[in-house]
């Protein structure tokens, strides 16, 4: 791939003139997922969230018969992706012992992956991840990009799982929205996710199984989102697939004076459609067949 796009050095980012010269039609050639997901269209990962306390659907689907109709419904409205979390990481959240959490989730990932659906968990703790790899989940998303947990490098290393890796401010939910400051917020998301990206590399995942995700509401201002999301197309300078997860997110009510997650679904629409636009390979939304009509149409007018 580097003859495709040469890696920058994570630390220097290139100016977004230089970066949009190279990544002109780059983003179709990358193969992070299986299938060609996220090659000609922006595959849409569906939420299900098997907790009481999330931020929008929190108590929704938190049985594991809940969960899993929601999942099939998501399949059926147009995800190619379902990303199961059994614990909240919603601002100031409190943490989950993983073995509740893996009470909560192996069981929906395992019907939903019996049924030939394509499985994300979205945790930061090995063992959740050990559980679901075996419960026939093909993704590891983890907020901490693998520094949450010090065997979860290990984990992702033995299995040939892609591995989304987020940008958080801080290492605990609870405290990362507590006056979040960057001098460049752009520029110290790209050098962490990069340093991320080489450390693994050493550790023997290839480059080619990594995705990258600004993290959205995670240790950010609303300014702050706005510039990563203007700015999303420098995300493609590190060779890897890109995620953007910013359905119903707090800075949408910030910037439209809504007032709350449940007023937000014209905003997250939006954002995604910002992704199409940047090339980015996934969007993890709520709305699955809202934000498929959106897909359908925003390619159908630039074919």
């Given at each position: 791939m580097?003859?495709?796009?040469p890696?920058?050095d994570a630390?220097?980012p290139?100016?977004?003139s230089?970066?949009?010269r190279?990544?002109?039609?780059?983003?179709?050639?990358?193969?992070?997922?299986?299938?060609g997901?996220?090659?000609r269209?922006?595959?849409?990962?569906?939420?299900?969230?098997?907790?009481?306390d999330?931020?929008?659907?929190g108590?929704?689907?938190?049985s594991?018969?809940?969960?899993?109709?929601?999942?099939?419904r998501?399949?059926?409205?147009?995800?190619?992706?379902?990303?199961i979390g059994?614990e909240?990481?919603r601002?100031?959240?409190?943490?989950?012992?993983?073995?509740?959490?893996?009470?909560?989730t192996?069981?929906?990932?395992?019907?939903?992956?019996?049924?030939?659906?394509l499985i994300?968990?979205?945790?930061?703790?090995?063992a959740?991840?050990?559980?679901?790899l075996?419960a026939?989940?093909a993704i590891?998303n983890d907020?901490?990009?693998?520094?949450g947990?010090?065997?979860a490098?290990?984990?992702?290393?033995r299995?040939?799982a892609?591995?989304?890796l987020?940008?958080?401010?801080?290492s605990?939910?609870?405290?990362?929205q507590?006056?979040?400051?960057?001098?460049?917020?752009?520029?110290?998301?790209?050098r962490?996710?990069?340093?991320?990206?080489?450390?693994?590399e050493?550790?023997?995942i290839?480059?080619?199984r990594?995705?990258v995700d600004?993290?959205?509401?995670?240790?950010?201002t609303?300014?702050?989102?706005?510039?990563?999301?203007?700015?999303?197309?420098?995300?493609?300078?590190l060779?890897?697939?890109?995620l953007?997860?910013?359905?119903?997110?707090?800075?949408?009510?910030?910037?439209?004076?809504?007032?709350?997650p449940q007023d937000?679904?014209a905003g997250?629409?939006t954002?995604a459609?910002?992704a199409?636009?940047?090339?980015?390979q996934?969007v993890?939304?709520?709305?699955?067949?809202?934000?498929?009509?959106?897909r359908?149409?925003w390619?159908?007018?630039h074919?």
């Amino acid at each position: 791939m580097a003859e495709i796009l040469p890696y920058p050095d994570a630390n220097h980012p290139p100016s977004a003139s230089s970066l949009a010269r190279r990544v002109n039609g780059f983003a179709q050639r990358i193969s992070f997922l299986p299938g060609g997901l996220g090659e000609r269209q922006t595959a849409i990962m569906g939420i299900i969230n098997v907790t009481p306390d999330s931020f929008f659907d929190g108590g929704a689907h938190d049985s594991a018969e809940a969960a899993i109709a929601h999942g099939l419904r998501l399949a059926e409205a147009g995800a190619e992706i379902l990303d199961i979390g059994g614990e909240s990481t919603r601002p100031g959240a409190a943490p989950l012992d993983p073995q509740e959490e893996i009470r909560r989730t192996i069981p929906v990932v395992r019907e939903l992956a019996n049924r030939g659906l394509l499985i994300s968990i979205d945790t930061r703790h090995a063992a959740v991840m050990a559980a679901a790899l075996d419960a026939g989940a093909a993704i590891l998303n983890d907020i901490t990009a693998l520094t949450g947990d010090p065997a979860a490098v290990q984990v992702a290393a033995r299995s040939s799982a892609p591995v989304i890796l987020m940008h958080m401010r801080g290492s605990d939910p609870r405290t990362m929205q507590d006056n979040p400051v960057y001098a460049d917020v752009v520029a110290e998301v790209y050098r962490y996710l990069g340093q991320r990206i080489t450390a693994l590399e050493a550790a023997g995942i290839p480059r080619t199984r990594l995705c990258v995700d600004p993290g959205i509401g995670f240790g950010k201002t609303a300014d702050h989102n706005v510039q990563l999301l203007r700015h999303l197309p420098l995300l493609h300078g590190l060779g890897c697939a890109v995620l953007l997860g910013a359905s119903r997110k707090r800075f949408i009510s910030a910037l439209s004076a809504n007032e709350g997650p449940q007023d937000r679904l014209a905003g997250s629409l939006t954002a995604a459609i910002s992704a199409f636009s940047a090339g980015v390979q996934i969007v993890r939304v709520h709305d699955v067949a809202e934000t498929a009509q959106a897909r359908a149409v925003w390619f159908a007018i630039h074919a």
